[in-house]
């Protein structure tokens, strides 16, 4: 669990919930899913001791909930706002194990909860129990380089839901990180699906492209459904009573139009991606359909030029007392010579016609 502190440009991390509001700043309470359900109780004194406020029943379960997709509700306090973020459990070796027969980027496309519970003057996020998102960002509040930053407080979070947008939007930067290996990826499937005497026997992984792709689909879906919602709050909220306070709304709206552009770019990368699997899934079996009506052209040209010739050696070989040049001595020559004149009249007929032309690749 972390405790932060945050007021203007000075920032203090402190290391229990005794830890005591800032006057003019909030507090930004910090814990993972299971220091969450082992603290309830602390956690939701502390709630009542510093702001007055406990979290209802029901939102303690969609915090603890780790199937919950993003969604966003609210009470007449504070607002809850569950946006899932991506996992890389694979790339540590913790978690599920890897799937050999799927490439590394789509191995990646799995998810977890993160919770917001934004108050007038509190934060509190619950995090899964690899808290690298909240860890990156406490990180930078906290560094020693960003003494200038702090010194301006132009990037300092002025309110608790300016600072739960922050977190999203670096939630959100993942995915677009992450559509950078699915372009890479599907890119060499393109490749090979398109080859002109393509070797592709691992269906199975480009179906399990497929469905990562379109289970990604359903994710950003909700995200845009959860922080469109929460925008269309936002501007439900009281107007501001002077400028300070109307340029920090003006700045939560654009930073929430910002995040909720972000979603909507890995939202339409994703179904671009789709199409384009389908699309050369498609082409593949119709370069296969064509190279077969190749073959097909091919060996019905062969069939017909052998046509004739099946006919005369038919005629020749029929138990006739009396056919013409049977009995004479080059007509063995004869027939051979017709049979021969006849394939290359064909021949040279088909070519001409391209019948016989090599395929353009």
Not at 5 to 11: I, R, Y
Not at 24 to 49: H, V
Not at 127 to 148: I, M
Request: proline share 5%; aromatic share 8%.
């Amino acid at each position: 669990m972390r405790v932060i502190s945050l007021q203007g440009a000075h920032v203090v991390e402190s290391d229990s919930l005794d830890a005591p509001l800032p006057p003019q700043g909030f507090l930004w309470i910090s814990c993972t899913r299971k220091e969450l359900e082992a603290m309830l109780g602390r956690i939701q004194e502390a709630l009542q001791r510093l702001i007055g406020i406990q979290l209802v029943d029901l939102h303690v379960s969609d915090l603890l909930n780790r199937q919950l997709p993003s969604h966003y509700d609210y009470t007449s306090q504070y607002d809850l706002l569950v946006f899932r973020r991506l996992v890389a459990t694979n790339r540590d070796g913790k978690g599920n194990p890897e799937r050999r027969d799927e490439p590394m980027s789509l191995r990646q496309v799995d998810t977890t909860p993160v919770g917001f519970a934004v108050f007038d003057q509190l934060l509190l996020t619950v995090h899964p129990d690899d808290c690298t998102v909240r860890d990156a960002f406490a990180a930078r509040l906290l560094a020693g380089h960003a003494t200038e930053v702090r010194a301006t407080g132009a990037r300092t979070p002025a309110s608790p839901a300016d600072l739960m947008l922050r977190l999203v939007n670096l939630m959100v930067d993942g995915y677009l990180e992450l559509r950078r290996e699915l372009t890479r990826q599907l890119d060499v499937w393109q490749t090979e699906l398109l080859r002109p005497r393509p070797h592709v026997n691992d269906w199975s992984a480009l179906l399990g492209a497929r469905l990562a792709l379109h289970h990604l689909d359903e994710i950003c879906e909700d995200q845009r459904a959860a922080v469109q919602d929460w925008v269309d709050a936002l501007e439900t909220w009281p107007a501001p009573q002077n400028p300070p306070a109307q340029r920090e709304r003006d700045l939560l709206m654009v930073r929430s139009r910002d995040v909720l552009e972000h979603i909507e770019r890995v939202v339409h990368h994703v179904r671009r991606l789709e199409q384009s699997a389908e699309t050369a899934v498609q082409m593949h079996f119709s370069i296969q359909s064509n190279r077969a009506n190749d073959i097909m052209r091919v060996l019905t040209t062969l069939t017909a030029v052998f046509l004739p010739l099946n006919l005369i050696a038919g005629i020749f070989g029929m138990n006739f007392e009396f056919i013409p040049l049977v009995h004479k001595q080059d007509g063995f020559w004869w027939a051979m010579g017709s049979m021969g004149a006849i394939a290359i009249a064909l021949m040279a007929w088909f070519w001409r016609k391209k019948y016989l032309a090599r395929p353009s690749r």
